[in-house]
Structures are given as C-alpha cells and as structure tokens.
C-alpha cells in the first residue's frame, strides 16, 4: 500500500510566538499564505518481518533519527507498538529545509496524516500531534495549524488544531513570487532578545489587519513589521526595495527564513523576474493552495 499526503509550503508574514507548558496550547498569531507547492509525503508500509521498522528519507536521501527527529517522533507514535513489519516514509519537499517554507511542519502534518490513514486516526488527532512534536522540539508555533487552513490565513487565538482558531482573507488573482536567500534559525530566533520587539510589532500588526482585513493591507502590515522588528535589514532589504518598484504591493520577509516573498498580478510578474534574473537571484512562482492538504491512496 502507497499513501500520498501533500501539505502546501506555508510562508508566515508576521508573528506573535506564544509559548505554553501544554504544547496544544503553545502557537502563534499572525498571518500568513499556503503554497500549491510543497511537501509531499509518501508512505509504504509491508507486513511480514520479525520487527518493527521505520525508515525516513528526505528528497530521496535516508535520514537517520538525529537527522529527522520531529518526523520519527511523529512515526513512532503513530506505528503500533505491535506491528510488524517495514514502514518507509520518503519526504519530498519544493522549497529548501531551513529556508522558512513550513517544511518540518510540512513533514510532520504529512506523515501523521498519511500514518493515521493507514493505522487509523482522524484528522484532528493526526494534526495535534504534528502540532505538539513540532512545538517541542522547537521546529515552529504556527505552522500546522496555518497549512490545515490553507489559503491565506490569519492565526487570531493561539494554539494546535482544535484550540486555537484560524480564519481566511478572500483573495483573487494573486501569484506569490519568493526569493529564498538562505537559511534562519527559528530557535535562535525565538531565544533571542528579538523576540520582545517581534511580540509588540507582531500584535500591531494583527490588530490593523482584521480591522481592514485585505491581502493587500496584509502585506504592507508584513513589510512594517519586518523592518521594525530588524530582522529585515542590509542587502535583503535592498533586494526588497529594487522588487517594490515593479509590484503594486511591497514584497516583504519569509519568516524565518533570508528571503522575500511579494503577492503580484501576473501582469506584474514579467518585470520582476526579469529583475531577479538580472541581479542573479534564484525565485520561484507558486499558486496559492486553498483548502486542507490532501492524504489518499497513490496511484502513479
């Protein structure tokens, strides 16, 4: 049996981290979009052997528990502890690990739908424990619940699926062009003095969308907040500025990640690939993924 989840990449424009001893109750507020790109999630499982065996591979390479150590927890809990037999899990991602894309969410939140499709579970159970994994080994606050949301979403109470709550802008007509740069780290982001700064900008920002809950409003919002806080600064924000002139919205900061993501027309795209290319500068073009992942039987 192959089961295929995909869970779309997921890009946060600002944040308010919110840390709780309950890891259901830990998350964040803010805003952000889902991808039609992603992590796609395969699962194999054969009965027959003497043990129990996991295996994990990242875009075709084995990872060993250390490495990947959010999607074993993830597999070891889902696995019952009587089965016998192969399990082997191979993760598929469109954007870089690292790079602010959602991909350890996207890992976890595919496994356990794919695993709870083949051992049994529901979707609640499936993504709380994404959530909780992913709150504990520090991988991110926000991210699961935001992908089970899909579209471009606004996190407005804090928490892992089935507590904290999520609702939806109305869009239309936008492409999401990123700009991935390079890697961040968000535990030394979320243990930094930063994160003071992050919290006040973050729940300004959160405040001024829903009163003019826009797209548009978001994005001007998310490039405030990117420059108040710091983290959007030197080069990066150069690159930012050279792109603005292209689009009619500002582009602003992945977080977390060094890179710039920007909502345009597609009358606007020619232009700013055309910049990107001239400066050298890899960038991608993606859809925007509305409604849950997606978790089924694969049939290639």
């Known amino acids: 049996m192959l089961i295929r989840a995909f869970v779309p990449a997921h890009i946060t424009a600002f944040f308010v981290p919110l840390f709780h001893d309950d890891p259901l109750k830990a998350g964040s507020l803010g805003a952000g979009i889902n991808l039609d790109k992603g992590t796609n999630v395969f699962v194999s499982v054969e009965t027959g052997t003497l043990e129990k065996h996991i295996h994990i591979a990242f875009n075709g390479e084995p990872v060993k528990g250390e490495e990947a150590i959010i999607s074993y927890s993830v597999a070891e809990r889902l696995v019952p502890n009587d089965f016998l037999g192969e399990v082997e899990i191979w993760q598929y991602f469109d954007f870089p690990n690292g790079y602010g894309f959602g991909n350890s969410a996207g890992g976890a939140l595919g496994t356990a739908l794919a695993l709870s499709y083949v051992f049994g579970g529901t979707w609640l159970k499936a993504s709380q424990l994404a959530h909780e994994v992913e709150v504990k080994h520090r991988g991110g606050l926000g991210d699961v619940i935001a992908q089970l949301a899909g579209g471009i979403e606004v996190r407005v109470k804090a928490g892992g699926p089935g507590i904290g709550v999520v609702d939806n802008l109305f869009f239309e007509d936008y492409r999401v062009l990123v700009v991935p740069l390079g890697r961040l780290s968000t535990k030394e982001i979320l243990d930094g003095d930063v994160v ?43 690159v930012a500025r050279e792109l603005d ?14 890179g710039l993501f920007a909502l345009v027309r597609e009358k606007e795209l020619e232009n700013a690939k ?27």
């Open 274 to 300: 055309v910049l990107l290319s001239d400066l050298g500068l890899p960038y991608d073009v993606a859809g925007i993924h509305e409604g849950k992942p997606r978790v089924g039987r694969w049939v290639g």
């Open 196 to 238: 003071k700064e992050i919290e006040v900008e973050g729940r300004k920002a959160l405040d001024s969308l829903l009163r003019d809950p826009r797209p548009e409003r978001m994005m001007v919002l998310a490039r405030g907040f990117a420059e108040r806080t710091g983290l959007l600064e030197g080069e990066l924000l150069e």
């Open 245 to 258: 002139r292209h689009l009619s919205n500002p582009s602003s900061m992945i977080m977390l990640g060094r």
